[in-house]
């Protein structure tokens, strides 16, 4: 389980479901001194979830075909999902209602099946535009993934595209630690990775027997049960638009609003998605530190190209042309809908359920992220 002093702070337990302190039942007729209280310590109250989540759908079939997007289709299609999911008239207030133009404001995609089979550009530059209508200026808004050499194969661009592009690898905030007491094999790339110790060097000096035992190398097995949050997310934004696939996902089963959030931010992540874990109750737990969940202020799902096996890298034998873009300001109901469609392609091509793997959407129904029961979720179809 991780451990985040932030999360001590706030909350009295960090177990499922999260307790939150300032709520209690209804006050005991006992008073404070007598044996009644106490013996019967008040039970804190779970954090409310809404009776109802809004998911909010808008299809195209013109907006892809043979891998390649109509601009103007995807941004009308941003455009009318933006402000149907907020209520507002126009683009600009829709997003002027997310978010302020003193922002930094970060658009989170998910580029691991580039070129093919990520994000798309033409949904993050109908992003940039309407951010731009509701006067947030270019310098403050920042396109960022895992590597920036995947955001490139995915077609964004670092110059002249109205935002600046950023990429985690290679910088990790080390003060922004997330523990479980899952360890993982560092590789390239994190933050603490070593290729060569000073002591293995210390291990090479021709010594005697004695003096060679006592100065005996470690082993060098760049083990860490620690994780770290991207700088960018810590130290540049102020306000995540966050943008993942409609996609599967080999290691935890969807590659969903949650996962892009969380195990795309973090170094040492491969520890977090691995059997049997496959995300429980990692991913709930890394979502629900303020430092990553509390950022998030609305998700556009690109399911342009739809993946329902093959992923995170991608297989053209499982992609589907679906030309549709998802919406909601509740990541968890946004998975379950997305979770749900994914499943009936398994189904339908004689593969088990992606929802077997996937088990930390109930999970993060507990920790107060949002709904996972598709009875409290109604989703609304934008024409």
């Not at 995947?150 to 990429?167: H, S």
């Not at 190398?217 to 991207?230: A, F, G, I, V």
Request: charged letters at 20%.
């Amino acid at each position: 389980m991780f451990r985040t002093v932030v999360t001590l702070l706030i909350c009295g337990v960090v177990s499922s479901p999260i307790w939150c302190l300032g709520q209690s039942p209804e006050p005991s007729q006992a008073s404070a001194s007598s044996p009644e209280a106490t013996q019967a310590p008040v039970e804190p109250q779970p954090t409310p979830v809404p009776s109802r989540s809004y998911v909010y759908r808008i299809e195209n079939s013109e907006a892809i075909a043979d891998y390649q997007t109509n601009s103007a289709i995807v941004r009308q299609m941003v455009d009318d999902l933006v402000m149907a999911a907020t209520g507002e008239p126009t683009v600009s207030s829709a997003w002027g209602s997310l978010v302020k133009p003193s922002d930094v404001v970060g658009i989170k995609v998910c580029t691991n099946g580039a070129p093919l089979f990520s994000a798309h550009p033409a949904v993050v530059n109908a992003i940039v535009a309407g951010l731009t209508d509701a006067g947030v200026p270019p310098q403050n808004i920042v396109v960022w993934d895992r590597e920036e050499r995947l955001l490139k194969e995915a077609g964004f661009r670092a110059k002249n595209a109205g935002y600046r592009l950023m990429w985690s690898e290679g910088n990790y905030d080390p003060k922004a630690v997330i523990t479980s007491p899952i360890s993982g094999k560092l590789i390239y790339g994190d933050l603490f990775f070593m290729a060569k110790t000073p002591d293995t060097l210390r291990g090479e000096l021709r010594e005697g027997p004695v003096e060679k035992e006592k100065k005996k190398p470690r082993t060098m097995d760049n083990l860490s049960d620690e994780s770290h949050l991207s700088s960018v997310l810590t130290r540049v934004v102020t306000k995540v638009i966050n943008v993942p696939v409609l996609s599967d996902n080999f290691f935890c089963g969807l590659s969903g609003a949650l996962f892009n959030m969380t195990i795309q931010n973090l170094d040492n992540w491969r520890r977090l998605v691995q059997d049997p874990i496959n995300g429980d109750p990692s991913i709930p737990e890394a979502y629900a530190d303020p430092r990553i969940g509390d950022k998030v202020v609305f998700q556009i799902m690109d399911g342009l190209i739809a993946l329902y096996a093959g992923a995170p890298f991608g297989d053209a034998n499982y992609a589907i042309h679906y030309g549709t873009l998802l919406a909601s300001k509740d990541p968890v109901a946004m998975d379950a809908v997305a979770l749900q469609r994914i499943d009936e392609w398994r189904i339908g091509a004689q593969m088990e359920p992606a929802s077997k793997t996937a088990k930390y959407l109930p999970t993060a129904f507990s920790y107060g992220l949002g709904n996972a029961d598709l009875r409290k979720i109604e989703v609304v179809d934008v024409r």
